[in-house]
């Protein structure tokens, strides 16, 4: 590559995306948009009842790699590795993972019983947190050499948290962490970048049926964004991960970027 940059209509032509957890939301979202700009992209899902929802996504992809669908729960020892492994098989090296599968909780310090507060944090730590870690580290013997990418989709309650996220804010304050350290200790053995997204409150199927009294916590808060009064759109976190993807991007690794219109600050 030389500069001055000539942007491509196709930056990723050719390249294979991996992105967990994207049979729909944020997920599918980057799926969608990481395929617009030329790549062959595994869509993620985690069990067979969401199977519809990931067929749905990969007929809709409007690019011209060729995708497929892969079921693999990330909460499990095994889905991590099991999905770094299809992918491999399919394409024979992996370009780029974005470690999106996620689960939010509300998680009240007093709310529940010792066991009960116990599997919420098994839930979601084990999904948010070791997901994450595994992935990672099931896919480093598949990245390609030169230009591979590696994106964690974190979150801005970590660093700017709502009432009763204890559990959820922690785990996305793990993967950031996680970003920091590999960040230093993956690039120059793996010819990889790795970075962090960091939304806040996206507008996705699942947030639009999040209980009222959540949804209108939310809502007062974004009435204060700097940029607008409204929630981030899916579309706009996918487009982040797409600009880190571009080999233009190589010299972009360690970053904690909040996509929150300004409410939350690097």
Same mark, same amino acid.
């Given at each position: 590559?030389?500069?001055?940059?000539?942007?491509?209509?196709?930056?990723?032509?050719?390249?294979?995306?991996? &992105?967990?957890?994207?049979?729909?939301?944020? $997920?599918?979202?980057?799926?969608?948009?990481?395929?617009?700009?030329?790549? /062959?992209?595994?869509? !993620?899902?985690?069990?067979?009842?969401?199977?519809? !929802?990931?067929?749905?996504?990969?007929?809709?992809?409007?690019?011209?790699?060729?995708?497929?669908?892969?079921?693999?729960?990330? %909460? @499990?020892?095994?889905?991590?590795? *099991?999905?770094? =492994?299809?992918?491999?098989? =399919?394409?024979?090296?992996? #370009?780029?993972?974005?470690?999106?599968?996620?689960? $939010?909780? *509300?998680?009240?310090? !007093?709310?529940?019983?010792?066991?009960?507060?116990?599997?919420?944090?098994?839930?979601?730590?084990?999904?948010?947190?070791?997901?994450?870690?595994?992935?990672?580290?099931? %896919?480093?013997?598949?990245?390609?050499?030169?230009?591979?990418?590696?994106?964690?989709?974190?979150?801005?309650?970590?660093?700017?948290?709502?009432? #009763?996220?204890?559990?959820?804010?922690?785990?996305?304050?793990?993967?950031?962490?996680?970003?920091?350290?590999?960040?230093?200790?993956?690039?120059? =053995?793996?010819?990889?970048?790795? !970075?962090?997204?960091?939304?806040?409150?996206?507008? @996705?199927?699942?947030?639009?049926?999040?209980?009222? /009294?959540?949804?209108?916590?939310?809502?007062?808060?974004?009435?204060?964004?700097? &940029?607008?009064?409204?929630?981030?759109?899916?579309?706009?976190?996918?487009?982040?991960?797409?600009?880190?993807? #571009?080999?233009?991007?190589?010299?972009?690794?360690?970053?904690?970027?909040?996509?929150? $219109?300004?409410?939350?600050?690097?």
């Amino acid at each position: 590559m030389t500069f001055p940059y000539e942007p491509s209509p196709q930056p990723l032509r050719g390249k294979i995306a991996l &992105v967990s957890g994207s049979s729909s939301g944020i $997920g599918a979202a980057i799926v969608e948009e990481l395929s617009r700009r030329g790549a /062959h992209v595994v869509v !993620n899902y985690p069990y067979q009842s969401e199977k519809e !929802n990931a067929d749905r996504v990969l007929s809709g992809l409007q690019g011209i790699g060729r995708s497929i669908a892969v079921e693999a729960d990330l %909460s @499990t020892l095994s889905g991590p590795r *099991l999905l770094a =492994e299809a992918t491999a098989k =399919e394409f024979g090296h992996i #370009d780029i993972v974005v470690n999106n599968a996620g689960i $939010g909780a *509300l998680s009240v310090l !007093n709310g529940l019983e010792d066991d009960d507060f116990a599997k919420l944090w098994d839930k979601v730590v084990n999904l948010n947190g070791r997901g994450t870690l595994l992935l990672t580290r099931a %896919s480093l013997k598949y990245l390609s050499p030169k230009h591979s990418r590696i994106i964690n989709i974190c979150s801005s309650t970590s660093r700017n948290p709502d009432p #009763d996220m204890s559990i959820y804010a922690g785990s996305k304050g793990m993967v950031e962490s996680f970003t920091r350290c590999w960040a230093r200790d993956l690039p120059r =053995e793996y010819g990889c970048t790795v !970075n962090a997204i960091a939304p806040g409150p996206v507008s @996705t199927e699942s947030m639009m049926v999040a209980p009222p /009294h959540f949804q209108e916590m939310l809502m007062k808060n974004a009435a204060n964004t700097p &940029v607008g009064p409204r929630m981030a759109k899916p579309e706009e976190i996918a487009w982040t991960v797409a600009i880190l993807c #571009d080999e233009a991007a190589d010299w972009l690794n360690g970053l904690y970027l909040p996509v929150t $219109g300004g409410s939350t600050l690097s």
